[in-house]
């Protein structure tokens, strides 16, 4: 199903999953805020880089391993922190920890997941790191970070770019927030979307039906409903000050995610981070803010080398990905290409979209003359230093 000639890029995938979901599940994978502007501009951004191949050069095997905070992986991406993946097929998590694992890279945890903490750790075979919201609050978050350390979670990504959620049209018309509600009177104008998914409807059901998030564990109240996520972003804004005590608690590594200046990297540096994600949030959150290859630049040339940068956003393609590499970045994040995967097969679509992926960057270093992924340099694209690499 997922192999080809029916599946060739993640573009294919992304049109399995719209074929096998609800339309208010699918758009919430592919959407992003407002007019989608920052949306698009993630993946058309990368258009501008040229490359420069260094040509008549053998190049019989390429090294696709590199080192993030001190842990070698096979491969230069991890799969991104997406919440509710338990919507696109069931024990989504657990799956896709699962398939990152055997790929040899690493999986990171989103606050809100449906499957337990411990059970997505125990499903991979490789690093584990566990991205933190506040919702519920402080005492609420430590108890989840103490989780995390002792299942054996070895970073913590805190995500400081919600202090509200972004106005995500798709979902507003589709009816999340009707959906939601389990109250069949206000559901009833949205259900037919879900009716006409049968087969994702039967997993949906035999996997426990709406989740709640065993990781957001309400003093005498539980998991947190699906339905409160909302205003449990808008009670937990995370501010500089938050990294103090988040350092208290966690004795690994730290990764501030949401960073598109300058004065945010250095004050990361400040805070004590181990490393930065480039990243808006795949254009979800804030619209009309620059497409996160724009920002890279700016960002490394603020870090000089004193902490890890990775890059997050628009990744489609390997060449994207060596994109970003030669433009400062030590690894990137995947988040829709698996997202698709997974929504459109389970595990065999996350495993088809990690070796599309893999597969570009081979061909692609063979193409460039270059050995490996540490060999990436920015001498590989166009007018690297320039204001003229991104024209407006």
């Not at 896709?96 to 991979?124: H, M, W």
Request: with cysteine; charged share 20%.
């Amino acid at each position: 199903m997922v192999g080809t000639p029916q599946v060739v890029n993640i573009s294919d995938l992304r049109s399995l999953a719209k074929r096998r979901l609800p339309r208010a599940v699918f758009d919430y994978i592919d959407g992003g805020a407002e007019d989608e502007v920052t949306l698009r501009e993630n993946c058309r951004v990368f258009d501008h880089v040229t490359f420069r191949p260094h040509n008549a050069v053998s190049t019989p095997s390429c090294d696709l391993r590199t080192t993030v905070l001190g842990t070698t992986l096979e491969l230069p991406f991890l799969l991104a922190p997406v919440g509710s993946s338990r919507l696109f097929f069931p024990q989504g998590e657990v799956v896709a920890a699962r398939e990152a694992g055997a790929a040899g890279t690493a999986y990171i945890l989103s606050t809100f997941s449906g499957c337990r903490l411990e059970d997505v750790k125990a499903a991979t075979t490789g690093a584990a790191w566990y991205q933190l919201y506040l919702a519920g609050g402080r005492e609420v978050a430590t108890q989840a970070i103490r989780r995390a350390q002792a299942a054996g979670y070895s970073a913590l990504v805190v995500t400081i770019d919600t202090p509200v959620a972004g106005l995500r049209e798709r979902d507003v018309r589709n009816g999340i927030k009707e959906l939601a509600t389990r109250n069949l009177f206000t559901m009833l104008p949205f259900v037919g979307q879900i009716l006409m998914r049968p087969n994702w409807l039967a997993g949906f059901l035999g996997d426990g039906g709406l989740m709640s998030f065993p990781n957001v564990v309400l003093p005498g109240k539980g998991p947190m409903p699906y339905a409160d996520v909302g205003a449990a972003l808008e009670q937990a804004v995370v501010s500089w000050r938050d990294l103090a005590w988040i350092r208290r608690e966690w004795s690994g590594r730290i990764i501030v995610k949401g960073v598109l200046t300058n004065t945010d990297a250095r004050i990361a540096i400040d805070e004590g981070a181990d490393g930065v994600v480039v990243s808006n949030h795949g254009g979800r959150q804030l619209d009309g803010v620059s497409s996160t290859l724009r920002a890279l630049p700016e960002v490394v040339e603020a870090v000089n080398g004193r902490i890890e940068v990775l890059f997050d956003g628009g990744i489609r393609r390997g060449s994207d990905i060596i994109k970003a590499i030669c433009l400062g970045a030590r690894a990137v994040l995947i988040g829709r290409a698996y997202a698709y995967g997974l929504a459109a097969a389970g595990g065999p679509g996350v495993a088809r979209a990690i070796e599309i992926l893999r597969t570009d960057l081979v061909r692609t270093l063979k193409l460039l003359g270059c050995p490996s992924i540490s060999s990436l340099a920015p001498s590989f694209i166009e007018n690297s230093r320039s204001a003229r690499l991104f024209p407006n």
